[in-house]
């Protein structure tokens, strides 16, 4: 049934590239990401095609973020990043160090993260203290980014950025916000979804989970999960379909097929995220504090 769904007649549909204005710098982390201005006026941290990492991962980035909009789950907006000839000419500062070696990055389209707030205006933060953990106004995002992280394989550990901004805006699926400045959450960093380039599903329990458990105080039981793990269950293929014929062809380069597979394998296994949550239960048993 999927195979109609993704068959490779199918047009690709991508969104208008953003331009890159400016190099702001380069960000921590393997992939060597960098901070870029578009010429839209957005900052965006790009992660490229010839990443250490790997050009899977630029796939992984977007289809994980795409899928999480429709799980109303908190993540950056994303684009598709031009960077020109003349751009990289005038960005001496713009490479990836392999060792010693400096590697150029190729002109073209590769992925970016937009941050939400202006970088210079409001502060954004890698890490909360656990008192403000506590207070983060979509705390609940991390019930469902777990339900996500184990439908999706994310073989990395659970990674987001905090920043102040006003509540309204950013009401999360449980529970209406209150219309005040408070602390939010972004999921970000999906490169490792689908165990990063081998594009497999390892379902290890310990992988996926945040460093501090205390985001996970208020599950009692599977149940707790919810409305993410009915969400997942019911995943329509027509939203990865449509995720999938917005990727860029040079993020792929003969990656068609084994992608196909990847993403039927994926709906098949909707219905496989209450029994990984419940082996975190049994293999982790300090994640979930209050199941018993
Ligand atoms: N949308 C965003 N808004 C704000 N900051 C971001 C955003 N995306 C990434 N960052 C910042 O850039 C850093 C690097 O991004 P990311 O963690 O995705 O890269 P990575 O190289 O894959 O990291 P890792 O080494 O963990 O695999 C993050 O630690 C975070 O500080
Ligand atoms: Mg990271």
Redesign the pocket.
Known sequence: MYLLIFASATISIWPMPVRARKLIRK???????HLIEGEDGAFY?VKFTNNP?HRRILVNEWLACAFLRYLQIHV?ETAIIELTQEFIQDSPELYLSLGLRREPIPAGLHFG????VHPDRVA?Y?FLPDKLLTKVENRADFLGILVFDKWIGNA?SR?A?FFRARAKTWTPLKGEAPARVGFFA?M??H?FAFNGSSWQFSDSPIQGLYFRTSVYDEVRSVDSFQPWLAMVENFPAEVVDSAWREIPSVWLQGDEEPLEQLLETLLRRRNRVGTLLQQVQQKRTTAFANWR
């Open positions: 960000m921590r982390g393997g992939a060597q990401a941290v990492q950056p993260s937009r941050m939400a954004i890698d990395d990674q950025v972004q970000i960093d490169g």
